[in-house]
């Protein structure tokens, strides 16, 4: 046993919510990587606090923010991130931080800013001495974050900023082969983030007239709109994260193709990465997850309009760093795939020199490993 696996080692506690998987899936592929370095590790999502109407809330919200972006973007500057925030269930704190200490949780990390206080609190409430590490996932303070104090923080990580212009860290295996863009399909990912919002249907009408076909990845029960050559991918009917997999764990979130099986076989599933890596770009609003899809696998970004001034960040950052281009200009210059080979052509040079941010916790918090 590894002295930090050890009874008096250190345990790591992963803390991040549903709402949206810009920050869920990060979490997950952070999660896993302390797992394979044999470090005991939990991870909780903000909804497990939650009772069932809280948590159909959660799901009304996207469904309301689907139908309608205006209404979206509107509500998310108004509440400053309350309205994803419904009341926790009574005793839901309480025997979560009973847990925490019986667990003997030595250092949080936080992909969410919804944990902030409630850490605060434990360090309070336990009168233990725990390190906190909150990682943001946007090139500025996101909005869960903005309203967030938390005396106890120990590192405050942004894996890309936009007031340094650069990107320090991501989630991926430096390891892994990049498909050179000459070698990848011409097709273009779009999607709308987790929550499959904005305005990525319009554009993928828009793009029938470019030359690259679609895979189009849209929320069950949502019209297509995109040409014939297209693929649907859609998240597997009924998952949702709080609900575990049979190892009684959280999941990535599982896509299928639609309407491309056999009726007598169940469609394979595959993860959003897995198809952002073969694509030409990603056709997307600009939201965090997006971007470290970008940068994992040196795929460009075509940007979509922004969910709040955070995602306005992200699509600034990217587009000084020449990672991306918004649809307007990329549409101005007649859909060139040279533009989409000299971005994929730097984001290659950039991940070089960017850091694995799971591999960076690991050196800094169990040395010995």
């Given at each position: 046993m590894r002295p930090h696996d050890s009874e008096h080692g250190t345990a790591h506690c992963v803390l991040t919510a549903a709402s949206g998987l810009g920050t869920y899936v990060p979490a997950l592929k952070f999660r896993n990587h302390l797992r394979r370095?044999?470090?005991?590790?939990?991870?909780?999502?903000?909804?497990?606090?939650?009772?069932?109407?809280?948590?159909?809330?959660?799901?009304?919200?996207?469904?309301?923010?689907?139908?309608?972006?205006?209404f979206a973007k509107m509500a998310q500057r108004l509440s400053q991130g309350r309205l994803l925030q419904p009341a926790l269930r009574p005793g839901a704190v309480e025997a979560c931080?009973?847990?925490?200490?019986?667990?003997?949780?030595?250092?949080?990390?936080?992909?969410?800013?919804?944990?902030?206080?409630?850490?605060?609190?434990?360090?309070?409430?336990?009168?233990?001495?725990?390190?906190?590490?909150?990682?943001?996932?946007?090139?500025?303070?996101?909005?869960?974050?903005?309203?967030?104090?938390?005396?106890?923080?120990?590192?405050?990580?942004?894996?890309?900023?936009?007031?340094?212009?650069?990107?320090?860290?991501?989630?991926?295996?430096?390891?892994?082969?990049i498909t050179p863009i000459a070698r990848r399909e011409r097709r273009l990912l779009a999607h709308g983030g987790g929550w499959g919002i904005g305005n990525f249907q319009v554009a993928a009408g828009q793009l029938r007239d470019a030359p690259f076909a679609l895979d189009l990845c849209a929320p069950a029960g949502q019209e297509a709109v995109a040409g014939d050559d297209a693929r649907l991918w859609q998240i597997v009917d009924g998952w949702v994260p709080w609900k575990k997999?049979?190892?009684?764990?959280?999941?990535?979130p599982p896509m299928i193709e639609v309407g491309h099986a056999p009726q007598q076989q169940?469609?394979?599933?595959?993860?959003?990465?897995?198809?952002?890596?073969?694509?030409?770009?990603?056709?997307?609003?600009?939201?965090g997850g997006t971007?470290?899809?970008?940068?994992?696998?040196?795929?460009?970004?075509?940007?979509?309009?922004?969910f709040g001034e955070y995602e306005r960040a992200n699509a600034e950052l990217w587009e000084r760093l020449g990672f991306g281009i918004s649809m307007e200009r990329w549409q101005r210059q007649e859909y060139s795939l040279d533009v989409l080979v000299a971005m994929h052509e730097r984001l290659l040079i950039a991940r070089d020199g960017v850091a694995n941010y799971a591999e960076h916790y690991v050196r800094l918090t169990c040395p010995q490993t």
């Open positions: 370095q044999g470090l005991r590790t939990s991870l909780h999502l903000y909804e497990e606090l939650l009772d069932s109407a809280g948590r159909e809330k959660v799901l009304e919200t996207a469904e309301r923010f689907r139908q309608d972006f205006r931080f009973e847990a925490w200490r019986d667990e003997g949780i030595r250092s949080f990390v936080l992909y969410s800013g919804v944990w902030s206080s409630l850490v605060e609190r434990y360090r309070q409430w336990s009168d233990e001495a725990v390190e906190v590490h909150c990682v943001h996932v946007d090139a500025v303070r996101a909005v869960t974050w903005q309203s967030a104090a938390n005396a106890s923080v120990t590192h405050d990580v942004f894996l890309f900023s936009l007031k340094d212009e650069r990107v320090h860290y991501f989630l991926a295996d430096k390891k892994r082969e997999c049979r190892s009684d764990d959280y999941e990535f169940a469609p394979a599933t595959r993860r959003l990465d897995d198809i952002a890596s073969r694509n030409m770009a990603i056709v997307s609003k600009p939201g971007l470290l899809d970008s940068i994992e696998f040196a795929t460009p970004v075509i940007f979509l309009d922004p």
